[in-house]
Nanobody
Framework: VQLVESGGGLAQPGGSLRLSCTASGFNMDDHPIGWFRQAPGKEREGISCLDNEDDRSYYSGSVEGRFTTSRDNARNTVYLQMNSLKPEDTAVYYC????????????????????WGQGTQVTVSS
């Protein structure tokens, strides 16, 4: 089981980036897929989760309205589209897969997730 993130980089404030999370060894549409981020000196923050049963997405208040998740089952990939980026979005971004179900109340709890990618750096700066 492996998750690989890509698409990170440098963006200007107000700009956009799209992160990808591609899995091998399992089907992503069988699992809730979460996105987390960790800025230097801060705890890992859960920012979204794409539920596998009804494709509902949950978002933290810090990104709701700016970030959206989607999946491409043919590519076994989940995306995090990030718009209206802010300097405070600068962090290492991780995707994670859960074996059990995830709810809006548990989506930001990293202990609920079983498999993690290695992370991709996102820097928002002018």
């Amino acid at each position: 089981v492996q998750l690989v993130e890509s698409g990170g980089g440098l963006a200007q404030p107000g700009g956009s980036l799209r992160l990808s999370c591609t899995a091998s060894g399992f089907n992503m549409d069988d699992h809730p897929i979460g996105w987390f981020r960790q800025a230097p000196g801060k705890e890992r923050e859960g920012i979204s989760c794409l539920d596998n049963e009804d494709d509902r997405s949950y978002y933290s208040g810090s990104v709701e309205g700016r970030f959206t998740t989607s999946r491409d089952n043919a590519r076994n990939t989940v995306y995090l589209q990030m718009n209206s980026l802010k300097p405070e979005d600068t962090a290492v971004y991780y995707c994670a897969a859960a074996v059990r179900f995830i709810t809006a109340q548990t989506m930001s709890d990293p202990t609920r997730y079983d498999y993690w990618g290695q992370g991709t750096q996102v820097t928002v700066s002018s």
